[in-house]
Every structure is written in structure tokens, then in C-alpha cells.
Nanobody, 124 residues
Framework: QVQLVESGGGLVQTGGSLRLLCAASGRTFSSYGMGWFRQAPGKEREFVAAITWNGAITYYTDSVKGRFTISRDNAKNTVYLQMNNLKPEDTAIYYC?????????????????WGQGTQVTVSS
């Protein structure tokens, strides 16, 4: 069992930066594939970025490539999402997700564990 808690969201102007954190409980975090998703008002939850258990492989949705970076520190049981050059269309609740295993995971229903979300608002 893994519990996930996101933090780091907030209000930022267009072009600004934020770093989201996802703190995980549990001894087997280093064996989990992790991902970030987001959900804007009135829209479905969508994939943002994913990382394998050891950080060797990352994957991004096209709209954030070159602006967002996912990383992890297994010693701290934490996954990060560095978001640069933020745009108003990045405004959403951002969720951290995890699943035991060694593959890169991009689909919502591939993940077993979810955090409660953190709000990111980008003003124009």
C-alpha cells in the first residue's frame, strides 16, 4: 500500500515556474512507476508525465515537452514535476499516481494509487 500526498501548487503568472512534489509512504516506493496527471475544470483527467522506478525513462505529453521535467528521489520517497514557462492552459488540479512495476505508464487506469491533487493556476 502506498499513500501519495502532493504539494507545491499555487498561483503563478504566465511564463513563471512551479515545482510540484509528491511524497509517498511505504517501503517499496523505489519499485513503483510514477506519473503526473491533471484535470482542468470541465475536462477529463489527462496524462502529463511519467517516470520508471529508477528514473531511467521518462515520458511526456506533447504539450509539456521542453517545459516540464519529471524526476524522482527514491531515498526521499518523492517524485517531482518541475514546470517552467507556464501557460494559462496549464491551469488544472495536478495529481500524482503510482503503480508497482517497472514499465512506463501513461494511462489513467494503469495506476493503482492516487494523491488528492494540488491546484495550479496560471494567470495571463
Amino acid at each position: 500500500q502506498v499513500q501519495l500526498v502532493e504539494s507545491g501548487g499555487g498561483l503563478v503568472q504566465t511564463g513563471g515556474s512551479l515545482r510540484l512534489l509528491c511524497a509517498a509512504s511505504g517501503r517499496t516506493f523505489s519499485s513503483y512507476g510514477m506519473g503526473w496527471f491533471r484535470q482542468a475544470p470541465g475536462k477529463e483527467r489527462e496524462f502529463v508525465a511519467a517516470i520508471t522506478w529508477n528514473g531511467a525513462i521518462t515520458y511526456y505529453t506533447d504539450s509539456v515537452k521542453g517545459r516540464f521535467t519529471i524526476s524522482r528521489d527514491n531515498a526521499k520517497n518523492t517524485v517531482y514535476l518541475q514546470m517552467n514557462n507556464l501557460k494559462p492552459e496549464d491551469t488544472a488540479i495536478y495529481y500524482c499516481a503510482g503503480r508497482y512495476g517497472y514499465n512506463i505508464l501513461v494511462m489513467i487506469d494503469e495506476y493503482d494509487y492516487w494523491g488528492q491533487g494540488t491546484q495550479v493556476t496560471v494567470s495571463s
